[in-house]
């Protein structure tokens, strides 16, 4: 999470917010970093999950990621949610809880519906406090 924290430091230094990911593979070896991009380039898919996703599947050359954890310093989106499932991670493991836009805990379980063909173990919380301050701090000086 540390690194994820990294990565988010890294994004908001050009203007996106906050949010870090790191993807590990089955031996826990560093397979992709990101942070947020959207800002960075235009897209509105790049939110820091996908963008670890897509770096890690090129680097695997493979799209599923089943062995893989993400790590990720805010509780992924809808749409980070689906292209977890999609991409077949066995683990996610996120910081801060979004109440608003959460799709994993907070308003969806996206990753755990047994109506889908795959379902990650999650676990939650982790340096909740200090992944959260980073997005207060960032929103209160926008405010």
């Given at each position: 999470m540390r690194r994820a924290l990294t990565e988010a430091s890294a994004a908001e230094a050009h203007g996106d917010v906050p949010i870090g990911a790191v993807l590990l593979g089955p031996s826990g070896e560093l397979l992709a970093a990101a942070g947020n991009e959207r800002e960075l380039t235009g897209d509105?898919?790049?939110?820091?999950?996908?963008?670890?996703i897509r770096r890690a599947?090129?680097?695997?050359?493979?799209w599923r990621l089943s062995g893989c954890t993400l790590v990720v310093?805010?509780?992924p989106c809808t749409m980070c949610a689906g292209a977890i499932v999609g991409a077949r991670i066995d683990r996610l493991?996120?910081?801060?809880?979004?109440?608003?836009?959460?799709?994993v805990a907070s308003l969806w379980d996206v990753v755990r519906d047994p109506r889908l063909n795959h379902r990650p173990s999650v676990t939650s919380g982790v340096l909740e406090d200090e992944c959260g301050a980073v997005l207060e701090r960032f929103f209160a000086v926008r405010r």
């Amino acid at each position: 999470m540390r690194r994820a924290l990294t990565e988010a430091s890294a994004a908001e230094a050009h203007g996106d917010v906050p949010i870090g990911a790191v993807l590990l593979g089955p031996s826990g070896e560093l397979l992709a970093a990101a942070g947020n991009e959207r800002e960075l380039t235009g897209d509105p898919t790049a939110h820091a999950e996908v963008v670890a996703i897509r770096r890690a599947a090129e680097a695997l050359g493979e799209w599923r990621l089943s062995g893989c954890t993400l790590v990720v310093t805010l509780e992924p989106c809808t749409m980070c949610a689906g292209a977890i499932v999609g991409a077949r991670i066995d683990r996610l493991v996120f910081g801060a809880f979004d109440e608003k836009a959460g799709a994993v805990a907070s308003l969806w379980d996206v990753v755990r519906d047994p109506r889908l063909n795959h379902r990650p173990s999650v676990t939650s919380g982790v340096l909740e406090d200090e992944c959260g301050a980073v997005l207060e701090r960032f929103f209160a000086v926008r405010r």
